[in-house]
C-alpha cells in the first residue's frame, strides 16, 4: 500500500472534544476475550519507536565485527540518536542441537544480546562477552538496559544463507511460513540482572515511554540476524559481500515464543493497563468522530483493506481456537468489503466510521471488531500518534486509611461491580491459581485441587480479592479503612487497589482470573498486541508464538522514509528499494 | 554486589511475603526500605536479623497520644502509619508520641506521605528511639536517587532465600506445557 497521508478530513487532536458516547466503556473493552482478540495498532510500541527512528534520523551502523566464517564471535552495532548513543553488543556461538530450546530452562543460546550505553571499551567488551551469554545466570551493570537472547529457525536460516551463497533467491513461501531468521526467548529490562532500572533509562531522556528499549532491542536482534546470513553467504561463496534483495529483508521479522511469565504484568501494573487502552480508545472515538471522509480517505482506505486481506489470508497457526477465529475473521471481512467498501457510499455518510464500527459491531465477532479499529486507526495519524506520549504511569498508589469504610464500599460498589458480580460457589471458580516457579522464579499456573502450593498464591485474583473485602464490611460500618485493616491486614493490598484504580475505567481486566475457563493466552495477546506482534500462533491456551518488525524498514532505510512508511500489517512502497543480491 | 533498586523491591517484596507479612503491606515496606537503603544499605541485614513475626504486631491505636509499639516497624511499619492518620483526624493533641521504635529512618520514611511532620526525639536513625509527630503540613519524602545499590552478598543470599519460601515447584503438567515446549526447536 501507499504511505497514508494525514487525511485532510482530521482535525488537530486539541480542536476534537470526544464525544462520550463514542468511548467504549470500561466493562466492554476489559473483557478477557476481547483483549484476547486485539491487534497491534500504530499505537503499538514497535510501530512508535520505528515512527520515531525515522522522525529523528537515527543510524545504525556496525564499529566492530568480529565473526568469523560459520557467523560465530561478536559484534558491536552503534545506535546514533538525538540524545545519547547506545551500544548493541551481540554474541554468536555454535550450540548443539539438543541445547537449542526455546524453553526458560535453556542454558545457551545461538545468540545473546545487551544494549549498553557504554562504548566498547577492552574492559567492557572482556566484561559483557563473560556475562551476557550467560544471561540470568550473569550480572549486568547500570550502563545495561536490556539483555536478550535468540535462537535460530535453523532450517530457514541455512535455506536463506544457501541461496544467498549459490546467488539464488531464497524461497518466499518459506518466508510467509516462517517470518523470521531467528526468534527471542526472553528480552530483560527493568533493573533485572542488574540492569539499569526504567527510571535511570528515563532520566537520560532518550526513552520516556515503557517497553522502548526492549522494542528496539528487538529491532536489532532483527537487524543483526539479516546481516548475519549476508556474513556467513559471503564467506561461504568466497565473495566480499552479497546482499538480501531489500523486500525479502524488510519481510523478516522476530519471531518470539511467549508464555505465561508475562501474563501477571498486566494485573500487577493497572496504571499502566489504563493508559495503554486509553490511548487506544481515546484514539477510537476520535476516528468515530470524523464527521465525513475524502474520496482519498477512501481510497487509502480500500488500499488497506487488501493489506489487511492479505496478512490475514497469510496468517498461518495450527491452534484450533485461533485457526477458527482466523477463517471467520476472513469470511467477515469479506462481508466489511462488500458492505461498506464496494461503491462510495462511506463518502456521503454522516460520521461514516462510526456507522462502520456500530454496524460491525453488531454482527462481527471479536476478532474482526478489533481488526477493524486497528485498521481504522490507522488511517488517521494526525487523530491518534500524539496519544503514544500518554501511554506512561507510574505504578504509585493512592491509599487513604481515614477514609469511612462506607465510601470504600461504595467505590467497590460503583467501580468493581464485575467482581461483585462474580460467584465462587463452585470449585470451578477457583480452579486455577498463580504461582512463582522455584526452578525459574517465574509465573505459573496451577490447578488447585490437583497440584500444591496455592498457599503460596500471587495475589492476581482481583475479583476474588474485591468479593472478599466486600463482604468483610457492613453497609452501616462506621470504621475508617484505617480500622478495618488493624483488623483485617490481609485486606491492605485490595483495599489499596480499590483506592488508587478507582476511576481508571480500563485499570483491571474485568474477569475472574481463577476461572477454569479463563485462558491466560487473552492475557498475552493483549500485551503483545500492544507491543506491536502480529501472526499469532498459540501453541496452547499458555503460550504462543508471535511475530515482531515484520516489514518495518530496516536500520539502512531509517534515513530514506517517511515516518507513515511501515503500515498496519504490511510495508509500504514508498520506501526506495535497494538494488538486490 | 550491586543491585538495582527494581531487583532489589522485587526480592524485599517476597521475602517479607516469605516471613509471612501481608499483601499491601509487604509492597509499601519494600519501596520504603528501597529508598532508606540509598543512604543506608545495612538495613537489609536488619531485616534479616529482625527477631519478631509479623503476627506479633499488636492492635494500635488510633486515637491516642503515644503509644510504645511491639513488634518490629518492617512489619507494623504501615499499620502505624495508618494509626498516625486517624490520630491526626482525630485527637485534639498537637503531637503524637511513638516509644520502641526500632528503624525510625524507615518509619519516617512510611510516614513521609501523611499529614503530619515527624520529628525524630531521641535516637539516631539507626537506634531504636522515640518518635514524635507534630500535628501539620504534610512532608513529602524526598525523592530517591537512581542508580543502584550495594548489599552485601550474604545480605542477598538471605533475602533470596526468604523469597524462595514463596516459590512452588513446577509441576509435571506446568512442565510439559511451558512456552517452547512440545516442539522441535531446530527446525
Same mark, same amino acid.
Given at each position: ?581 | ?50 527477631? *519478631? !513475626? @509479623? ?5 494500635? =491505636?488510633?486515637? &491516642?497520644?503515644?503509644? %510504645?509499639?511491639? #513488634? ?66 504534610? *512532608? !513529602? @519524602? ?5 542508580? =543502584?545499590?550495594? &548489599?552485601?552478598?550474604? %545480605?542477598?543470599? #538471605? ?29
Amino acid at each position: 500500500m501507499t504511505a497514508l497521508t494525514n487525511a485532510p478530513d482530521d482535525r488537530p487532536p486539541h480542536q476534537a472534544p470526544i464525544d462520550p458516547s463514542l468511548r467504549r466503556s470500561g466493562p466492554t473493552v476489559m473483557r478477557l476475550e476481547r483483549l484476547g482478540a486485539f491487534h497491534p495498532t500504530r499505537l503499538s510500541f514497535a510501530r512508535t519507536l520505528v515512527r520515531r527512528m525515522i522522525r529523528e534520523r537515527w543510524s545504525i551502523e556496525p564499529i566492530s565485527w568480529d565473526l568469523d566464517d560459520d557467523g560465530y564471535g561478536s559484534a558491536v552495532l552503534k545506535i546514533s540518536t538525538p540524545t545519547t548513543p547506545l551500544y548493541f553488543y551481540a554474541f554468536s556461538q555454535s550450540i548443539a542441537p539438543e541445547e537449542r530450546t526455546d524453553r526458560v530452562i535453556a542454558e545457551r543460546w545461538d545468540t545473546t544480546y545487551a544494549l549498553s550505553t557504554a562504548p566498547p571499551s577492552d574492559r567492557t567488551r572482556a566484561r559483557l562477552a563473560r556475562e551476557v551469554p550467560r544471561q540470568e545466570a550473569g550480572r549486568l551493570e547500570a550502563s545495561e538496559w536490556v539483555l536478550s537472547r535468540a535462537n535460530k529457525s535453523v532450517r530457514f536460516f541455512e535455506h536463506v544463507v544457501n541461496a544467498l551463497a549459490n546467488r539464488e533467491a531464497p524461497s518466499d513461501a518459506l518466508l510467509e511460513d516462517v517470518g523470521y531468521l531467528m526468534r527471542t526467548t526472553a528480552v530483560y529490562g527493568n533493573g533485572k540482572f542488574g540492569l539499569a532500572d526504567f527510571d535511570v533509562v528515563r532520566r537520560s531522556g532518550l526513552f520516556a515511554l515503557p517497553f522502548q528499549a526492549e522494542m528496539l532491542t528487538v529491532y536489532l536482534v532483527r537487524e543483526f540476524s539479516v546481516r548475519l546470513v549476508e556474513h556467513i553467504a559471503a564467506r561461504r561463496a568466497h565473495r566480499s559481500s552479497v546482499s538480501l534483495p531489500s523486500p525479502f529483508a524488510r519481510a523478516l521479522g522476530i519471531g518470539n515464543a511467549t508464555g505465561l511469565g508475562m501474563a501477571p504484568f498486566l494485573v500487577t501494573h493497572p496504571r499502566l493497563l489504563h493508559h495503554w487502552m486509553n490511548a487506544r480508545e481515546t484514539a477510537l472515538a476520535r476516528v468515530r468522530a470524523v464527521e465525513s471522509i475524502t474520496a482519498q480517505t477512501l481510497a487509502d482506505a480500500r488500499s488497506l483493506l487488501d493489506q489487511t486481506h492479505h496478512y490475514v489470508g497469510a496468517w498461518q497457526t495450527d491452534d484450533q481456537r485461533q485457526s477458527d477465529a482466523r477463517a471467520k475473521l476472513v469470511t467477515e471481512l469479506e462481508r466489511v468489503r462488500t458492505d461498506w467498501f464496494s461503491d462510495d457510499a462511506l463518502t456521503n455518510h454522516q460520521r461514516p466510521w462510526d456507522q462502520l464500527y456500530i454496524d460491525i459491531d453488531q454482527w462481527a465477532s471479536l476478532e474482526t471488531v478489533e481488526l477493524i479499529v486497528a485498521f481504522l486507526l490507522e488511517l488517521h495519524p494526525t487523530l491518534v500518534d500524539d496519544l503514544e506520549h500518554t501511554t506512561a504511569a507510574d505504578e504509585q498508589w493512592s491509599y487513604t486509611p481515614t477514609m469511612p469504610v462506607r465510601e470504600l464500599r461504595a467505590l467497590c460498589e460503583t467501580h468493581y461491580g464485575w467482581a461483585l458480580a462474580l460467584a465462587f460457589d463452585e470449585p470451578k471458580a477457583e480452579q486455577q491459581f498463580w504461582y512463582v516457579s522455584a526452578a525459574k522464579e517465574e509465573p505459573r499456573l496451577g490447578a488447585r485441587f490437583e497440584e500444591p502450593g496455592a498457599e503460596h498464591e500471587l495475589p492476581i485474583d482481583i475479583g476474588r480479592q474485591v468479593h472478599r473485602l466486600y463482604r468483610a464490611t457492613e453497609p452501616d460500618d462506621l470504621r475508617t479503612v484505617g480500622e478495618l485493616l488493624q483488623a483485617q491486614p490481609a485486606l491492605r493490598g485490595v483495599v489499596r487497589r480499590v483506592q488508587s484504580l478507582a476511576g481508571l475505567e480500563y485499570a483491571e481486566i474485568q474477569a475472574n482470573l481463577l476461572d477454569a475457563d479463563a485462558l491466560p493466552i487473552h492475557m498475552l495477546r493483549c500485551k503483545l498486541a500492544t507491543f506491536g506482534a502480529n501472526r499469532f500462533d498459540p501453541k496452547s491456551n499458555l503460550w504462543t508464538r508471535i511475530t515482531l518488525f515484520q516489514n518495518a524498514p530496516l536500520a539502512g532505510e531509517l534515513h530514506r522514509c517517511d515516518e507513515n512508511a511501515w503500515a498496519l500489517f504490511g510495508a509500504s512502497k514508498s520506501i526506495t528499494d535497494d538494488a538486490g543480491a | 554486589m550491586t543491585v538495582s533498586q527494581t531487583e532489589l523491591h522485587r526480592v524485599l517484596q517476597k521475602a517479607l511475603r516469605g516471613l509471612g507479612v501481608a499483601d499491601g503491606v509487604d509492597d509499601e515496606v519494600a519501596d520504603a526500605m528501597v529508598a532508606v537503603a540509598t543512604v543506608d544499605p545495612d538495613i537489609v541485614e536488619r531485616l534479616l536479623a529482625v527477631d *519478631v !513475626t @509479623p503476627a506479633d504486631i499488636p492492635m494500635i =491505636p488510633h486515637d &491516642v497520644a503515644r503509644y %510504645a509499639i511491639a #513488634g518490629s516497624v518492617f512489619f507494623a511499619g504501615p499499620a502505624i502509619a495508618d494509626a498516625v492518620s486517624g490520630w491526626s483526624q482525630r485527637a485534639q493533641a498537637q503531637s503524637l508520641v511513638i516509644d520502641g521504635v526500632d528503624e525510625v529512618a524507615l518509619l519516617s520514611r512510611l510516614l513521609g506521605h501523611r499529614l503530619c511532620e515527624t520529628r525524630v526525639n531521641r535516637g539516631t536513625d539507626r537506634a531504636e528511639g522515640t518518635l514524635t509527630v507534630v500535628r501539620g503540613i504534610g *512532608v !513529602t @519524602p524526598s525523592a530517591t536517587a537512581p542508580g =543502584p545499590i550495594t &548489599v552485601s552478598d550474604v %545480605a542477598w543470599d #538471605g533475602l533470596k532465600a526468604l523469597a524462595a519460601r514463596t516459590y512452588v515447584p513446577e509441576s509435571t503438567r506446568s512442565r510439559a506445557s511451558g512456552a517452547g515446549a512440545n516442539l522441535d526447536d531446530n527446525e
